[in-house]
Every structure is written in C-alpha cells, then in structure tokens.
C-alpha cells in the first residue's frame, strides 16, 4: 500500500466518504418519525374525547357513549333513560368542546407570538388582554351576575385592553416590538389594579366568591349557547393563523431580514396581535383565566416537531386540546369539589417550566 499526495493510504475510503445508503437510512427514519409523531398527535384527542364522556358522578358505559353519540346521526330507536341524553349533550359534551376549544386556541396563540416576539417567555396574556378580561368579569359579576353578560364584558374589556396597549405602543418611540410588550405589562398591571379594586368593594358573602372563582378559571358552567358564542372567532382565528404560518417563521428571523424577503412587517404583526386577541379573549370570557397553557405548550410542541411554525402550529392545536381536556377531567373528578382549573395548570405548569430552563442546551428555536 502507497500513499497518495495528501497522505492517504491508497485502497481505503476516506475519512469525508458518505454513504448515500447511510443518508438514504436517516431521511427514512425521519420520516418515519414524523409520521408516528402526526399519527400520536390525532389519536391522543380523539381517544381523550371518547374517553372524556365516561368520567363523572354519572357512570356511563363505552357501549352507552357511542349508542348515544350516533343516535344524533342515525335513526337509532331510543332505549336509554333520557337523563343519559341530559349527562352526555347538555353537561359532558359542553364541556369537552370547551375544553379542547381553549386549550388549543391558547396553545396557538401562544406559538405565535413566541415567534412575533422572538421571546419564549411570551404567554398570550402578554398584552394585558386577560387582565382586562378578567376585570370586564369582575365589573359584570359586581352588578349583573348574568352569565351571558359577564361572557360580553370579558370579551369587549380584553379587546380593549389590547386596544390600549397598542395604542401605547404607538406614542413611544423605540423598538416597536420591545415598547408593544412592555406597554401590555402596563396595561397588565393597570387591569390587575382595578381587578383588586372590584374584589374589595364587592360584598364577601356573594360576589366576592364568584369572582374569586371566575378568576382562577374553570369550565364548570359552559353551556351549548357558550359553545356556539365563541366557536366562530376561536376557530377563524386559528384558521387565519395556520393559513399564515410560514410567514411567522419569517418574521422570527427579525424585521429587517422579513422586509428583504418582501414581507409586509406592519400588517403582518397587526394581523397575528388581533387573531390572537380575539383567540385569547374568546377563551378567556368562557374559562376564565387559565395561564401556563399557552406558554408551556409550545415548547412541547417544539420538543416534538420542531421550531418551524408550518409544523409547529397544527401540533399546538392537537397537544393544547389534549392538555387542557385531560386537565379539566382531572378537575372534575379528583376530588368531590371541583378544582379550578388555573390551580392545576400552574401546578404543572411550574415544574415543566423549570425542566425547560435545565434543558437550557436544546434551545428555543
């Protein structure tokens, strides 16, 4: 054996050789992968939605659920006591809805503004939108206590927060993205303010509790009617926000590279803060406030997909809805007296957020 001109042993492949076999074998199991990956991530809450009707002080049988469920599609002759009707459409499915409903839409909501902001500490409440919610409920509560009012005050006070963040933001020269965030703390604390205010002068022995309650979230009174009020907005606003997906990723690498690749910053920005103002607000008039999910999921999301919003986006929509519902079942029936559901998001919440910051090394994007 010779050596050649750069010290190579003649009749041995090179260190540098690839095997286009072994690249071949990579791109499959990614592939792969991928699949397995999409496969889990709509089967987990479709399963988690069947199985959802079977939990509850009312025992019902999977045979039930499913004799029931069909019924309202096929002329099946009705052989089951009505009050089964009344557990599975009036209470149960409700409440499923609601739940898949929210956890995605502020799963999403989330995700995106983690990549609008390039932050991801960002949560959809970011720009005060579920204080000024949270203080449109209380004011509602405090003078109405009706329930279809205290769903309109939320949803008209957090769009108004947002309003005035924005507006904020607008008066202050600096970097819009920096003043826009830091505007929402104001207005954030602002509500917040007024949010203690209404607890103070409201009576302790009636009001005070309801708003306590409302506040720390829950989707114990959801109602068909709730369903049909906030659907429409939740679903258009995430539709509008995967049609634009991609254009997120763009706009994560930072205005001035997005402005070279023709992309209007501007509108583009306007166009995410309303579809996820009106996602967040949507939800928040139903649930109450339930923070973590929007801000935990999406890392998971990433931990699974990926950083690119094409991917990521659509998996925040499967995981938030399978989250949020196995959350809100764990409320109902861990213990006689329902647990408020943002007691139970932050308890997990917390934890997985700290694993992330140990995990410091994988990164964000």
């Known amino acids: 054996m010779g050596f050649d001109l750069v010290g190579e042993m003649k009749g041995y492949p090179s260190k540098s050789y690839h095997d286009p076999n072994d690249e071949e074998v990579i791109i499959k199991k990614g592939l792969a992968r991928r699949v ?83 932050n991801p500490l960002v949560s959809p409440q ?45 008066m202050v020269r600096g970097t819009s993205t920096l003043v826009l965030v830091l505007a929402g703390i104001a207005v954030g604390a602002f509500f917040s303010a007024l949010i203690s205010l209404t607890k103070y002068v409201a009576d302790p022995y009636e009001k005070l509790p309801a708003i ?5 979230g829950s989707l114990s009174s959801v109602s068909n009617r709730d369903i049909l009020m906030v659907s429409a907005p939740i679903l258009i606003g995430m539709a509008i926000l995967l049609l634009i997906r991609w254009r997120i990723n763009i706009l994560s690498m930072g205005d001035e590279e997005a402005s070279a690749l023709g992309v209007n910053t501007r509108k583009l920005r306007i166009i995410i803060i309303v579809c996820c103002t009106i996602i967040t607000a949507s939800s928040v008039c139903i649930s109450g406030i339930i923070g ?13 997909v990926g950083p690119d919003h094409k991917a990521l986006l659509p998996a925040c929509v499967s995981i938030g809805a399978f989250y949020l519902l196995l959350v809100d079942n764990c409320a109902r029936t861990l213990t006689t007296a329902e647990i408020p559901l943002g007691i139970l998001t932050a308890i997990v919440g917390a934890p997985f957020f700290v694993y992330l910051l140990r995990k410091s090394e994988m990164g964000w994007s």
Do not use: C
């Open 36 to 118: 397995s990956i999409n496969v889990v991530l709509v089967l987990l809450p479709v399963s988690l939605f069947f199985a959802s009707f079977l939990l509850g002080r009312y025992p019902i049988s999977p045979p039930e659920v499913i004799v029931v469920l069909a019924s309202k599609f096929l002329p099946i002759e009705h052989t089951w006591p009505a009050v089964l009707d009344t557990v599975v459409f009036r209470i149960r499915l409700p409440r499923i809805v609601a739940a898949m409903l929210v956890g995605s839409g502020l799963s999403v909501s989330g995700a995106s503004f983690q990549g609008l902001f390039r």
């Open 126 to 170: 970011i720009l005060g939108v579920a204080s000024g919610a949270g203080f449109g409920a209380a004011m509602a509560i405090l003078f109405s206590g009706n329930p279809f009012m205290i769903q309109v005050s939320a949803l008209l006070f957090g769009l108004i927060a947002v309003g005035m963040t924005y507006g904020i933001s607008k």
């Open 212 to 216: 306590v309650f409302w506040l720390m």
């Open 292 to 304: 973590w999910v929007g801000l935990i999921i999406p890392h998971v999301g990433r931990m699974l």
